[in-house]
């Protein structure tokens, strides 16, 4: 019998560490062959959009998709093979971790091994994942954060703070939070690059994880085309809506035989970064391979536990 589960049952059994390693997991298995992505479709509905995108996990028997947009909150439906359907779930936290696991997993291949200082452009609650997946896979020595609003990055500063016991500090400009750091994660909802290309140290590694609409830029040309290694979630994805990507692409300043998949760098097959200096890149356009990997853990600690409510069909 399928269950339901709310927003804070879904809190309640989705940790970090834990989804940073299903979506390892479900890398790996898409690196073989033992997943299958649908890329988000947008489709008009009386003004708005209606998203839509699914994925199988064959080899653990598991797929579903993910819905939101034409009215508050997101949904994810899940199947298991030789049961239908076993779930429906609430996905705004769901999507919250897993957005910031899938940086945590690009991180922990793609950086420098000792990548401490990290700069991140955004102070939104999915801001706030991000900093705690990039903590799960790298000592930070020191982290800066910058947006527009300098009430809003101060509170986020002194929660965040708070969180990951160590001081996040808000700075003034963007440039402070790209000099003299090893990483920086963009989670924005932009339309212009945030911060100058110009800046970036050597080494540096990216993770521009807010730009998942053609419109939308977080980057600028500059700094897409210096990063050596560029990975994404999925590429086919990414040429439907990574903005960031198509800008210098449609210009004629790079093309998409540069972009690789996540996947086989996680699963060992090419490397995530060629030397300490080299730049690299990790476009992440949010795909439901990552929803139905914690979706799966979420809905297995919760038959174990007991937790959720029975649906009749």
């Known amino acids: 019998m399928a269950i339901f589960l709310d927003e804070a049952q879904v809190g309640e059994l989705l940790d970090m560490e834990s989804c940073i390693a299903a979506l390892e997991e479900a890398f790996r298995d898409k690196a073989e062959g033992q997943a ?64 910031g696991a899938a940086s945590g997993v690009a991180t922990k291949y793609m950086a420098r091994p000792d990548a401490s200082r990290l700069g991140c452009f955004g102070t939104g609650n999915q801001a706030e994942t991000q900093l705690m997946a990039i ?30 016991e160590q001081e996040v500090r808000p700075v003034d400009t963007p440039a402070e939070a790209v ?28 993770n521009a994880a807010g730009g998942n609409v053609r419109t939308h830029r977080e980057l600028d040309e500059v700094a897409v085309t210096r990063a050596g290694t560029i990975a994404a979630d999925d590429v086919e994805g990414a040429k439907l809506e990574c903005g960031d990507l198509m800008w210098p692409i449609e210009g004629a300043l790079m093309s998409w035989e540069k972009v690789y998949e996540l996947a086989p760098i996680v699963a060992g097959l090419m490397s995530g970064r060629r030397s300490d200096d080299e730049i690299t890149l990790f476009e992440s356009q949010g795909i439901a391979l990552e929803d139905v990997a914690a979706g799966s853990l979420v809905y297995e600690r919760a038959r174990e536990r007991g937790i959720g409510t029975r649906l009749p069909f």
């Open 36 to 99: 299958a992505i649908q890329p988000r479709r947008r489709l008009p509905f009386q003004g708005r959009r209606f998203h839509l995108m699914a994925a199988s996990m064959p080899r653990k028997g598991y797929l579903g998709f993910k819905a939101y947009g034409a009215a508050r909150g997101q949904d994810v439906v899940l199947y298991k093979a030789g049961e239908g359907m076993v779930a429906f779930m609430r996905s705004g936290k769901l999507g919250q971790i897993r957005t």
């Open 135 to 164: 903590a799960s896979v790298r000592k930070l020595e020191s982290i800066h954060v910058y947006s527009r609003d300098q009430e809003r990055r101060n509170a986020f500063a002194e929660k965040m703070s708070a969180a990951l």
């Open 179 to 206: 000099k003299g750091r090893d990483i920086v994660v963009t989670i924005t909802n932009s339309s212009e690059p945030v911060f100058d290309g110009k800046l970036l140290e050597p080494g540096t590694h990216i």
